[in-house]
C-alpha cells in the first residue's frame, strides 16, 4: 500500500491543496517569498491562490510578472523536494528552496 502522508510534514494525506499550500513547509516558503514581493496577503490554497493572481497580479507589470514566475518556481520547487524525500530519500530545509527560488 502507497504511504499517503505527506512527505515533507509527515502529519497529515497529501493532497495538491496541503503539499503546495497547507502544508508548514510550503507555507514557510510561501511566507517568505510573499514578504520577499511586498506582497501583504496570508498563504492560500490553490483555488484561492490562482484567482487571486488572477485578480490582483494581471497584465504585464514587473510586479505581476514577478508573481506569477514566483508561484510557477515555488510550486515546480515544492514538488522536486517531494520528489527528492520519496524516491532519494534526501530532504532540504524551506530555507534552502527559499534562497533558489529568491
Known sequence: MQDLLCPLCQLVNEDHDHIFFQCDYAAEIWRSILQWQEIRRNAMNWTEGVQW?????????????MYRMAMSNVVYH???ERNARIFKQQ????????RLII
Open 53 to 65: 493572481g488572477m485578480q490582483y497580479m494581471k497584465g504585464k507589470s514587473s510586479k505581476a510578472l
Open 78 to 80: 515544492i514538488w522536486l
Open 91 to 98: 530532504q532540504k530545509p524551506a530555507s534552502y528552496l527559499i
